[in-house]
């Protein structure tokens, strides 16, 4: 099938043919990337890769089928996801979602996102339902804004803010060895400087010091 359709001369098509041929090869490569996933996943339950010398799925798609880091992951986690949501692995199988639209839905199927759903009662079969509708009928940036209001409303706290993002220091050199610094630190950064600097003070105090406490 695949061998005749290479093999066809599409320079005797003209508009409507055309655009009948590429709607169609659309719908197959959905289907094709469907069944990619899926199988993909079984390799990782079966641990099918160990049989080929690698590791994971992952690394057996880089490996083996020169996938970028991206892409491997992006099979793994699509093929996950499917496991989870029937309603989506139908509709994708049947040709009507893109592998692009599995992946931007993927993370409602997280470990973590399923598990905050049920502490929640959240209705999965329900979402499940109302974003394949949205993946197979409205524009990708609409599914995009769909899928992150429910994953925000689902934790509405967000992630953890992590301090060390606030910290930053950079030091300069003169040419004649003098060294100036400029940086910023968050609330515990600044108290684990100011003990430092305090205890190399109080460590160092010589007699008769007329420095400014600044100057020590």
Sequence with gaps: MLETLAGEDLKQSFG?????????????????????ARTVREGELTQASEHDGKASMSSWLRGHHR?????ASRLVRNGRALEQLPALAAAATAGAVTAEAVSVVAPVASAENLARAEAQDVDVPAIDAALTTVASTRPHAELRQVVGHYLARLDPDGTEPDPTEKRSLSLS??????????????????????????SILQASRPAGDTRTRAQQ
Excluded: Y
């Design 16 to 36: 409507p043919a055309v655009i009948e041929r590429t709607g169609s090869l659309v719908v197959a490569r959905n289907r094709l990337d469907a069944v990619l």
């Design 67 to 71: 996938l970028s880091q991206g892409e």
């Design 173 to 198: 050199k003169r040419t004649d060895g003098s060294l100036s610094f400029h940086g910023t630190l968050d609330a515990i950064g600044g108290e684990k400087l100011q003990a430092a600097v305090e």
